[in-house]
């Protein structure tokens, strides 16, 4: 009799053994049809990247005034010069020719103006006392005039001789650094027109600016004093920091794309930074640290149907336990305190599903599918924040936590419900997107 009780109770182990075994493995098999990651908290960046050029913030182009041929040449790339500093000096043999021959011009004119200022004085008495004709004086006076021109004449041909000796020696308008320098002893400089450049100065190499073509669809994204990020291919690793200067209003249009020129202003005191560098530039729009992050292909995920409706049996379920429990509630409160709880009762129970009346979720909400603590899928329901383009901030769920599974994809063995599959059944009424 014993051992036949042994045998019964050892069967009834075995039995529940088996139980727990299949129903273990029917959650494994329902896990197991998708692809699932884990909510996180972290930081989160929402920024817009474009790409621009380096440049010194102030560069002037040094050229000559005159044309001649170069004599000599001081500097050379990346010399630094202060103002006034000679850079270059033209063949002066022909300008001091123009000199000489505008001093003697002015010897001549002064000799003249002499003898018709002491022609005057002698005849004005005599005009005064009626020995001379008012027509012999008015030559004499106008020979005076003449003489007088004449020598003004001859002063501003020597000044105008004297200065362009002065322009054949070039010289720095700024305190800086050569970046470029186009001429060599011996070239001839042709200034007929317009001023050939000779060098180019960078005023302050320590401060850069990065002029990036942003998209007209990011414009509206960018603002002054914005705090910008780069980095440059010949320092991969490094990361530079930058802000918004200005913002041009001029657009330019390259293949039927609209852009508009931000400039950024940046530090450069490790003089890593050199003009003409290209910048991948990154604006920072919008910062989150230490937040509940979703990955957006959980978004985008919808199970098959036959997973659908198990959710929905599932919470059809809890929702007529929630109902039971409410209704036994209130059959034990009556009065004004009863109503008011009736009442704050059934705001509660509508939480964000309260906006996803026929099956639209408002544009701040977001819907996910995720693995709850039976380790069956259900669905979860959050208050969105920002995005940057890989994972979405949570700002506010009920179910949704640190941790939590989501599922972003149905594995090989399962099918999800695809654009021609049947509609997505919503819990709170209405037909939902698929």
């Known amino acids: 009799m014993r051992k036949k009780k042994t045998i019964i109770f050892i069967a009834i182990i075995v039995v529940i053994a088996g139980l727990l075994s299949i129903k273990l493995l029917s959650k494994k098999k329902e896990?197991?049809?998708?692809?699932?990651?884990?909510?996180?908290?972290?930081?989160?960046?929402?920024?817009?990247?474009?790409?621009?050029?380096?440049?010194?913030?102030?560069?002037?182009?040094?050229?000559?005034?005159?044309?001649?041929?170069?004599?000599?040449?001081?500097v050379d790339f990346n010399d630094n010069v202060k103002k006034g500093q000679i850079l270059a000096i033209l063949d002066k043999t022909l300008f001091m020719a123009s000199v000489g021959d505008a001093e003697s011009g002015v010897l001549r004119a002064k000799a003249q103006y002499d003898q018709a200022i002491a022609e005057l004085k002698r005849n004005k008495p005599l005009f005064e006392k009626g020995y001379l004709s008012e027509t012999e004086y008015l030559v004499t006076k106008t020979a005076a005039d003449t003489a007088t021109a004449s020598l003004r004449s001859a002063e501003s041909t020597l000044q105008r001789a004297k200065t362009q000796l002065d322009y054949t020696v070039i010289r720095s308008p700024i305190d800086g650094t050569i970046i470029e320098r186009t001429v060599d002893a011996g070239n001839t400089i042709a200034a007929s027109f317009q001023a050939p450049k000779l060098f180019i100065i960078a005023e302050d190499l320590t401060q850069m600016r990065i002029e990036a073509s942003v998209d007209e669809s990011d414009i509206g994204q960018i603002k002054e004093n914005q705090e910008v990020r780069f980095t440059v291919q010949a320092y991969p690793e490094e990361l530079f920091h930058g802000k918004v200067r200005q913002i041009r209003l001029s657009p330019t249009t390259v293949q039927d794309v609209v852009n508009y020129t931000v400039v950024v202003d940046a530090s450069n005191e490790k003089k890593l930074l050199l003009p003409g560098m290209t910048a991948t530039v990154d604006f920072m729009v919008e910062a989150k640290n230490n937040v509940l992050l979703v990955p957006n292909s959980a978004l985008?995920?919808?199970?098959?149907?036959?997973?659908?409706?198990?959710?929905m049996a599932r919470f059809q379920k809890r929702m007529e336990e929630f109902r039971s429990n409410r209704n036994r509630s209130e059959s034990q409160n009556s009065g004004e305190n009863g109503s008011e709880r009736r009442q704050g009762n059934g705001g509660n129970s509508s939480g964000f599903g309260g906006g996803m009346m026929n099956g639209k979720l408002p544009p701040n909400m977001g819907r996910v599918f995720y693995i709850d603590k039976e380790g069956l899928p259900t669905m979860g329901f959050f208050e969105r924040g920002a995005t940057d383009g890989k994972h979405t901030e949570i700002k506010r769920s009920r179910t949704l936590t640190e941790g939590v599974q989501v599922i972003i994809a149905s594995s090989s063995s399962s099918k999800a419900v695809t654009s021609g599959g049947p509609p997505m059944m919503m819990p709170f009424g209405g037909r939902g997107p698929r």
Do not use: H, M, W
């Not at 996180?40 to 102030?58: D, K, P, Q």
């Open 300 to 311: 985008s995920f919808t199970p098959s149907q036959e997973v659908l409706d198990e959710i």
């Open 31 to 74: 896990t197991n049809q998708f692809e699932l990651e884990k909510i996180i908290r972290g930081n989160l960046e929402n920024s817009v990247s474009c790409t621009g050029t380096l440049s010194a913030v102030s560069t002037v182009n040094v050229g000559s005034q005159v044309s001649g041929i170069v004599e000599k040449v001081y």
